[in-house]
């Protein structure tokens, strides 16, 4: 975990807790039918229980429902028992289902203990319009069974700290609305290994860490199916600083992270992130998919997306990853490209009216497993590599798109894209088809590739410096159509054009004396 802190211990009135275990099954809909359930009694602590100014909530071994808000008072807070959960202050024994206190200044605690249980902290009984106001530090504690939080229209003035207690499970679900947080967001809902099923929702919320240099926003998931929803036009650091700003890690078991603006690919109304983006997905089970979703959003710094064995789908749609154009000798290097490293599995990458202005990286078998699995990566409409001082892929220098694929059959479109660079293709075996149309323009082409019946079509599209192509062993295909050689094909005295068909019958329409194709045997008109 990320910017941990010194938690207060707190005063339980029920020691012996039974653990009981849960299933790690998907409960969305379980959700309504539970708040029939709720009849357990919650300790409200405060001073002298506790230091002065502080505040937990304490449940017992059932399940509970609580509210709290802040009153129109400064410091004062109203905590509503729901479904049949009654109140209690300081273990004194006399329930009630309604308690306010007052005096509050420091940190908000929240332990509901184990069973099926729903917090909610909104603005309820705030002044209009207003949120209901955090003095310090948020912090809760998920125990053993179903665990619901709705954090509504906050302002936390500390930070949000939110996980699932050590070797406990069951189902987690975070949502996050209309609220801003000062300091660090950390979720860890892992439980040590046990955890569960996770939803976590960010919608039109703001996550800024402190203002400073490091993660605005850790998610750690455990073992299950995790869903991240971020809505809106939400906002994750106040940068723009180097390093990660936001870091989603999901264990094993299929994911779906989805980062969506409520606007264009830049500006007002996008969810924006203010540095760099990790995103890793564990191992996921066959018929599952790991997803990773882009709609309307901007990260300044470089995005990484790292995915286990199993099937992926990365999507980038109206969006600007790595918009932060300033580089090196320039102090304040913030922007990078998007990286996206897949293990063994059938991998799928859409990007659609959107740019990367320091380049693409795609590795569809990272693990070097060779697996079979192939891929599909379709580019339309977009914009790669056309940063000032770009691209910048590691290890790559000049290349704006890559792509190493896998011994499967790896399928290439690229649609009205502009590749300001290298567009390198290393494709290996299978029957793989790369086609480059439709006003596609780039600096040099370079595709290799193995054994397999390969095709690759350039129609329509111009190529400015350099060619180099391989096609491996097989009888392999090389179209060019609508292409005018004086200005959208490498010049013979300027250029540089190597293609060779090698082994196999070979099929082209280039006339190898104009246009220096080798290696085919077949020419077609």
Not at 3 to 15: F, G, T
Not at 333 to 348: K, R, T, Y
Not at 415 to 442: F, H, K
């Amino acid at each position: 975990m990320f910017w941990p802190l010194q938690r207060k211990k707190k005063v339980n009135q029920a020691k012996n807790r039974n653990r009981r275990g849960s299933s790690r099954r998907l409960l969305f809909e379980g959700l309504e039918n539970r708040n029939l359930l709720a009849a357990g009694v919650v300790d409200v602590q405060v001073s002298p229980l506790l230091a002065a100014g502080e505040l937990d909530l304490i449940g017992d071994l059932s399940n509970n429902e609580v509210r709290i808000s802040q009153t129109v008072n400064v410091g004062e807070y109203r905590i509503d028992g729901l479904n049949g959960t009654l109140l209690q202050v300081n273990g004194a024994g006399v329930t009630m289902p309604t308690v306010t206190v007052n005096g509050i200044t420091g940190d908000i605690s929240v332990d509901l203990a184990t069973g099926n249980d729903i917090f909610t902290f909104d603005n309820t009984y705030a002044a209009a319009g207003q949120p209901s106001n955090v003095p310090n530090h948020l912090i809760i504690d998920n125990d053993d069974g179903s665990n619901q939080n709705v954090l509504s229209d906050l302002l936390i003035n500390g930070d949000l700290l939110v996980s699932k207690v050590l070797g406990t499970s069951g189902y987690s679900e975070l949502q996050i609305v209309n609220t801003f947080v000062i300091g660090y967001t950390v979720v860890d809902n892992t439980a040590g290994g046990t955890g569960g099923d996770t939803w976590t929702v960010i919608n039109n919320s703001s996550l800024q860490g402190n203002g400073a240099a490091g993660p605005a926003f850790t998610l750690s998931n455990g073992d299950g199916k995790d869903i991240i929803d971020v809505q809106g036009n939400s906002q994750f650091g106040t940068g723009p600083f180097p390093g990660a700003v936001v870091m989603i890690s999901n264990a094993a078991g299929g994911s779906r992270t989805t980062f969506t603006g409520s606007g264009a690919a830049a500006g007002f109304g996008t969810t924006t992130v203010y540095g760099d983006m990790y995103i890793s997905n564990g191992t996921n089970l066959p018929g599952t998919l790991d997803t990773v979703t882009f709609n309307g959003s901007n990260v300044l710094g470089d995005v990484l997306v790292t995915n286990g064995d199993g099937n992926t789908s990365v999507t980038v749609t109206n969006s600007t990853l790595g918009s932060h154009l300033v580089a090196a000798p320039f102090p304040g290097v913030i922007g990078g490209p998007l990286l996206v490293a897949n293990g063994a599995g059938f991998d799928q990458l859409s990007m659609t009216n959107s740019s990367a202005p320091w380049g693409v990286g795609i590795d569809n078998d990272f693990g070097a497993n060779t697996n079979v699995w192939g891929s599909v990566t379709q580019i339309t409409n977009s914009q790669i590599g056309t940063a000032p001082f770009g691209p910048a892929i590691p290890g790559f220098p000049g290349v704006a798109f890559g792509m190493r694929g896998d011994n499967g059959r790896d399928l290439v479109n690229l649609s009205g894209t502009t590749v300001d660079g290298i567009l390198g293709l290393e494709l290996y075996a299978g029957n793989n088809e790369v086609n480059l149309t439709s006003q596609t323009r780039m600096d040099a082409l370079y595709v290799v590739t193995l054994g397999g019946n390969d095709t690759l079509l350039i129609d329509d599209a111009a190529i400015a410096v350099s060619i180099y192509v391989r096609l491996g062993s097989g009888a392999d295909t090389f179209i060019v159509r609508n292409v005018d050689p004086a200005t959208e094909w490498p010049s013979a005295l300027l250029g540089s054009i190597d293609i060779d068909g090698e082994i196999g019958v070979d099929t082209t329409n280039l006339s190898a004396l104009a246009l220096g194709a080798l290696g085919f045997e077949v020419f077609v008109p």
